[in-house]
């Protein structure tokens, strides 16, 4: 049986950064919004849960309190720890961003950002598992989602409803469910990344640095077997510190080595004083990919757009998700209000056309630069050289900083944005 139900200006399936950040923008335009989300807040998902400072800028464009009394951790840049080196790398001082980075689990992070958007005028349905995309009869065009209400393990918990919308936003996450329904399947080319993590109870939950180590010894380092990957230490300050390790590939194809078994390896030699120790581990240590460089597009077409792990929008150079989300909901919103604002099909299509426009313009010759580094790095020997002879050299490190964090100005600055600009610029975005 299916139900007819609310209607809306915008659908957005999915209440991670990207979806809520598109609600919130969309919200705040005016315009009706339905929110929906299969799981119930609070939930988890797997990542690093580190804010880079194009992400906090983000958060203040939204309006989203961010004082550490509000429940967040700053940090003051990049702890990089490799070849034998261990270098401290501030947060750039430029214009665009700000200073300083953000730590919170995803937990919380999630629901905050998915209350803000409520908070603004954005209707938010937990428990609703949208199965598939409801598609106009004569034109094929996008009109809405099919959906089924269900329970907290995801069982089936009533009958299938509509939802009909002038515009979709499809933001689930790496699975993608609606686009690949609709036969846009993911790029093979493009880098596909993988990460596992867990919670430590630790002392150092209050570190004031984000600390990545680019080799991971199965002992002690130099004398024993280096393992593939990078591993991370996140503080959030709240007693705990997130860990994790992940590698990532220039393809899509799949890994056959096993990353759980290798942060168990990593764990067994972490030093007696972090206190990494199962006694004082919090939950499980889970997986998940990381989608990469715009692996699946277009990201709009048909009255459905694509934003965040749906349009693969992790960073190629570091992982970093939830930056490229946020942006991806402010840019849509944008796109949408105003195509919803235009008198004719025609000129709401071509304003929403905009959005993949803006997104690749901005983020195209960057992602290409970042293929070509992975492919660079997954050759051991070239990482190995790059970490021994690349570390200590401050202007090579304060250029890969700014390179791998995608905190540099995208107009004026010093030599080395005018240069990561460059060739950002000079990369063809496709």
Known sequence: MVVATDDADVIVVGAGPAGAATAYHCARAGLDVLLLEKASFPRDKVCGDGLTPRAVAELVRMAVPIREQDGWIRNKGLRVIGGGHRLELPWPEISSYPSYGLARSRMSLDQLLAEHARAAGAKLHELTNVTGPLRDERTGRVVGVTARPVDVDGRRAGDEVEYRARVVVAADGVSARLATGLGRVKRDDRPMGVAVRTYFRTPRHDDA?????????AGEPGRSDLMPGYGWIFALGDGTANVGLGSVSSTAAATKVDYKA???????NAPAEWEFTPNNQVGPVRGAALPMGFNRGPLYGNGLLLAGDAAGMV???????????????????????????RGTAAGRERALATYQGRMKDDLGGYYTLGRVFVKLIEHPEVMRLCTRYGLPRPLLMKFVLKLLSDCYEPHGGDVVDRTIAGLARLAPAA
Do not use: C, K, T
């Open 315 to 341: 960073s190629p150079f570091n992982g970093e998700g939830i930056a490229y989300g946020l942006q991806a909901g402010r840019v849509a919103a944008d796109a949408i209000a105003q195509g919803l604002a």
């Open 262 to 268: 290798l942060f168990a390896a990593w764990m067994a």
């Open 209 to 217: 640095w984000m600390e990545s180590h680019l080799e991971l010894w």
